[in-house]
């Protein structure tokens, strides 16, 4: 189990002081305000990236539009060519 970084010993160690630090009936409020603060985070996280696909893929369209709109310079080159040979 390896969470952060941070493997089992790690963890129990973290919980004993963290357990001798606030005790054990602030506890249970703590893991649950710090449950609840990582859960909004990745929200936010998904929201984020969600939100920057739907704006890369609104990007892509608008230059593969242009793209298609816009002749390409070698075709004109090629008839600006073809013309002074003529």
Sequence with gaps: MNVFGIGLPEMILI???A???VGPKKLPEIGRSLGKTIKG??????????EFKK???N???TVSMNAK???SK???QNVS???KVN
Aim: hydrophobic share 40%; glycine share 0%; no cysteine.
């Design 74 to 76: 070698e075709k004109d």
């Design 59 to 61: 990007i892509e369209e």
């Design 69 to 71: 709109l816009e002749p």
């Design 19 to 21: 357990l001798l630090i």
């Design 41 to 50: 985070f990745q929200e936010a996280s998904k929201e984020f990236q969600e």
């Design 81 to 83: 060519t073809s013309e």
């Design 15 to 17: 919980f004993v002081v």
């Design 55 to 57: 704006e890369a893929q």
